[in-house]
């Protein structure tokens, strides 16, 4: 810091000493100081009048005659230096000669006209150096060596030989000090240091026409211009500064500098001074080192024009942080300056070009409040031209403000905060500026925000604004579309009730007013908005889409009738559009809603006919006409006219078989005609739907009501084939359906049939219930096949399955019919079995076979299940009654004599006589065991039978002994 701060001390010492000068010699003395530098350009350029070539070349001449003739006269010298300037002009001629040569043949060789580029002369001061070393080696110690050294350098110089008219340029300054010329050489030397690059030779020679002394010289102040320069090429910024600052402070000397040696005008200098402050005020110490410095700078008018380009550098270079703080700067010293408002400005470009959007939009804020037409700035500043300049900036600013925030929204899915920033700067716009150019396209905007926010009907009135206050706005047409859209949301999220009445003036060619009632009036502006729209812009591409709209308003609102009116409207003036096929569907749509459903089918019907291309709509159609005439069935069905809601249920099952509804047209058919009784019609409607529709997912439930109504009627074998549609079908109910078969078939007797569904169904089987009753049906059907065999192996599987069952009630009566069912198959063996010679043998088989069958019915009754319990009795008595017949329809032996016979007879009646009381004393337990348990079935009534029987037979017995 304390290096620093010696630098910045060391610029205002310099900064002051120069100043000293100029206070000490005042400014009277300027205007002699000007005198001077033109005597010394006389001096500077020894004229020779303006010659022909031929009046140059007779002047020369003339001088080499006169030098031959007094080759030592005392004025020889003088002839010398006079023919060495004749020389100078002579080798300028030749000079401009070759030149005029030269770009001739350079235009040839453009042209092609030469093959070998041409060389560019070179101007040849030989003659005139020649006579001027001349000069020097006779006359070394000439009075006007000066002008001889000078008149050698100028040559060398305009030859390019710089090193060499350096040369003469010292030894002028040291061998005649006191020349006049010294100023210019030292000038000239420092400009030869410059080019080269060598800045610290170059500030030397300058240093030497920059002091008290020298300041009457006219080489001072291009000194001071170049020594300041080169202070800059080489870093030294303070140094660079102080005498660029001097430059500035002394205006009068600018506009007397001789140009045409700097090839700068005044106003060139200037800038170039200014522009060189503050590129080493940006090298060297930054924005606030150089307010510091500007302020304690006495009487300085420059500080404004410095910080200005200073930060103009900064912006060049990149750096922009400074340039905003050399702005700030800028405006803290001079708020009401008249370009105060230019310099915000470039603080806003400043941020934007470093992509700080957050700073950038914060600095135009500041433009608005600061330099806007409410400001204190604006009330301070007189000049019209600034004013009118900081209006159109705060324009551009809140524009771009606007824009700014609602992209800022738009970016963080519409930040309600940012919009209402938005919005509050576009209103602002409005509000300012309200005949600008821009302003539709600002209100546009606002609308826009209006609706990003939700407040739709605001946005709506915005947009509105757009279309009626902006006649030729290229945002007309998209402000009236988007009004309608902010009313169609605002309809949406509507949740108040108004009820309001308005009317509509020709409405579409209607004589007279038509009264409608809307219940808010967002309604009322949403329709009017419509009309707007088609009324302003018919030839617009969203025409029949806002039609759409408007008609579907009607519709929400249930004005079918109205509705419809527009929809004929885009039908007939607008065929071509993508909205003719919608508007038609839209006015079949309006009948349905009626439940007009004959008016309905039938333009449903004409967008299939008429749009057959569009095949969207045509399938949308052909479905409504589906629905349409089911409606229609319903709306029957529902007033209690189930033979029309039938018959209409199944024209829309015939008219429409592929529609999703035909399937649900025959269920809802079938059940008109089960409604009002008729079954069989009803089981014939199912069954007809199950061949039109064997993959429907109402299969199922028609397979079921079906067969089931076929079932009511004992109609088996329908009901079977009804079940088995499901027989080779994926579906969850396929079991319960072949057992639902087989039982059909099992009521038919078709025993063939019952044992090969059920065995099928074993199959699929996963219920163990199910599955035992299914051995119950096949056993019973092999055995009234006559396989016994296979029969009895049926149901002993069938009780080893229940035997293995954990939930034996649900089953045990077939448990206890397959017991009974083994015992019928050993009755019936038993009843083959008859005693006959050898009576010994066959009575033994017989009573051996009887224990077995007995054995198998009472396993059968301990079950007991009253039907099965009953039935074993009853078959225990019966197979002792049948062997007491067997007994007493034996073979009588041969060659008995008649009282052989007699006794014979006689001994086969006692032996059947236990038989016969053992069958009684069954039927008759049968009986009371049946009654004591309220039992009574046919089993039952066959024992009471054979009780009446066998005790008649037991009594009569008796009394034959």
Known sequence: MDGIYQNWIKILALFLSFNFISSHYAFSQIQNRLNKLDETIQRMELSVREMTEKELEFAIAKNEELLQRFPDSEFTPTV??????????????????????????????????????????????????STLYEILNRYPNISFKDRVLYRIALCHHEEGNGEKSKQYFERLISEVPGSPFVAEAYFRIGEYYFDQGQYESAIRYYSHLVTEEMWHNSFFDMALYKLGWANYKINKYPEAISAFMYLLKDIQVLEHLKTQTLNHSPTDLRQEALDYIAISFSEYGGPERAKLFLQATPDNQFTDEILKRLGEVYLKQDRLDEAVETFRAYLGLFPFAKDAPKIQKKIIDAYEKQWNLIASNKARSQLIRNYGPNSLWYQKVSDQNAKAEALKLVKDALYKSGIYHQLQAREANNDRQELLLAIQKYRQFLKDFPDDERADKINYFLAECLYA?????????????????????????????????????????????????????????????????????????????????????????????????????????????????????????????????????????????EENY??????????????????????????????????????????????EAAKQFALAAMRYPKSKIAEAALIEAAKQFEYMGD????????????????YSNLLEEAVFTAAKYRESVHQWDKAAKNYLRLRFKNSPLQAQAIFAAGKCYYNLKDWTKVVNIFNEYLILCKDDNRFIEALSYIGEGYLEQGQEKIALQTFRQLLNKFNSSTNREATLYFAAKAQFMIGEIYYREYSKITIQPPLKTTFQRKKESLTKVIKSYAKAAKYRIAEWTTAASFRIGQVFEEFANALLTSPIPEGLTPDELVAYELQIKDMALPFQKKALETYTANVNRAEKNNVNNTWVSKSRDRIRILGNLINQHKHNQ
């Not at 030149?99 to 001739?104: L, V």
């Not at 095949?615 to 029957?636: D, G, I, P, Q, T």
């Not at 014939?684 to 061949?691: G, R, S, T």
């Open 80 to 129: 010398l230096f006079q023919l060495s300037e004749l020389y100078v002009k002579k080798a300028r001629q030749d000079f401009e000669k070759a030149m005029e040569q030269y770009e001739q043949q350079l235009k040839q060789y453009d042209k092609g006209r030469l093959k070998i580029e041409p060389v560019m002369p070179r101007v040849n001061f030989g003659d005139a150096i």
């Open 453 to 593: 926010i939700g407040d739709y009907e605001t946005a709506a009135q915005e947009y509105k604004k757009v279309v009626f206050d902006y006649k030729k706005s290229s945002y007309q047409e998209q402000a009236a579309y988007n009004c309608i859209l902010s009313y169609d949301k605002a309809l949406q999220l509507c949740n108040y009730s108004r009820p309001e009445k308005f009317y509509l003036q020709h409405f579409y060619n209607m004589p007279d007013s038509i009264v409608v009632e809307a219940g808010n009036p967002v309604v009322k502006n949403f329709i009017q908005a419509c009309e707007d729209f088609v009324t302003l812009l018919p030839k617009s591409d969203h025409v029949t889409e806002i039609l759409m709209k408007e008609a579907q308003i009607f519709n929400d609102i249930d004005r079918y009738d109205l509705a419809r009116k527009i929809y004929l409207k885009i039908i007939t003036e607008y065929a071509n559009s993508p909205y003719a096929g919608k508007a038609m569907m839209m006015i079949a749509q309006s009948y349905f809603n």
């Open 679 to 694: 079954t069989t019609k009803a089981a014939q409607v199912y069954e007809k739907f199950l061949d039109q529709y064997p």
């Open 598 to 643: 004959i008016k309905a089918e039938q333009w449903y019907s004409t967008v299939v006919n008429t749009l057959p291309d569009t095949a969207a709509l045509v399938r949308k159609a052909e479905v409504m006409m589906s629905s349409s005439r089911f409606k229609l069935a319903e709306k029957y069905r529902d007033s209690g006219n189930h033979i």
